[in-house]
């Protein structure tokens, strides 16, 4: 494993993790889809599906910019949380509720993206990098918004379905 002596190695490490992270969502994204139930849910999945593949060909610009392979190196963190959201997809849940399962599973994964591309936002600011900072800032804004747009679908649509899948299972039960 090469050395990490600067700001530069720093930045490229980094970039090789979010690079792969990328990559892992554009194979767990039409899984996704499939379970939500939602079509808003849906449609919000298929978006970041072609935004992600829109941020992927940034990352390639950024690794042209900095003269280095575009390669990605396991993003060890990615995998888990998408293992994570694999676990919840295999739960026998109303479509109600798999659907604000799929939303938190999401949203966690939008946070790590948040938290990367905010770290190399800053390491290419600091470096100079004015074109790389931008190309990766247009990667955050994406990432930022799609959370809020989980979020607010949540608040506003899906976790309400799933409690209203709640209510109803307990009436019924209780008119057995």
Not at 82 to 110: F, N, R, S
Not at 136 to 151: S, V, W
Request: glycine residues 6%; negative net charge.
């Amino acid at each position: 494993m090469p050395k990490l002596k600067s700001l530069d190695d720093l930045l490229v490490h980094e970039l090789q993790d979010i690079y792969n992270a990328e990559a892992q969502i554009l194979k767990a994204l039409p899984k996704m889809i499939k379970a939500a139930s939602h079509p808003e849910l849906q449609s919000a999945f298929e978006e970041h599906l072609e935004q992600t593949e829109g941020q992927v060909e940034r990352l390639d610009q950024v690794f042209k910019l900095l003269g280095v392979p575009a390669k990605g190196k396991k993003c060890e963190g990615m995998a888990g949380l998408l293992e994570e959201g694999k676990k919840v997809m295999e739960e026998d849940a109303e479509p109600g509720v798999m659907d604000a399962a799929l939303i938190a599973a999401a949203q966690k994964v939008e946070h790590y993206e948040i938290a990367s591309y905010g770290c190399l936002c800053t390491y290419a600011e600091m470096l100079g990098y004015d074109q790389v900072h931008d190309l990766l800032g247009q990667n955050l804004e994406e990432e930022e918004l799609t959370d809020e747009k989980l979020t607010a679908l949540a608040e506003s649509v899906i976790n309400l379905d799933a409690e209203v899948a709640e209510s109803e299972d307990a009436e019924e039960e209780a008119s057995r």
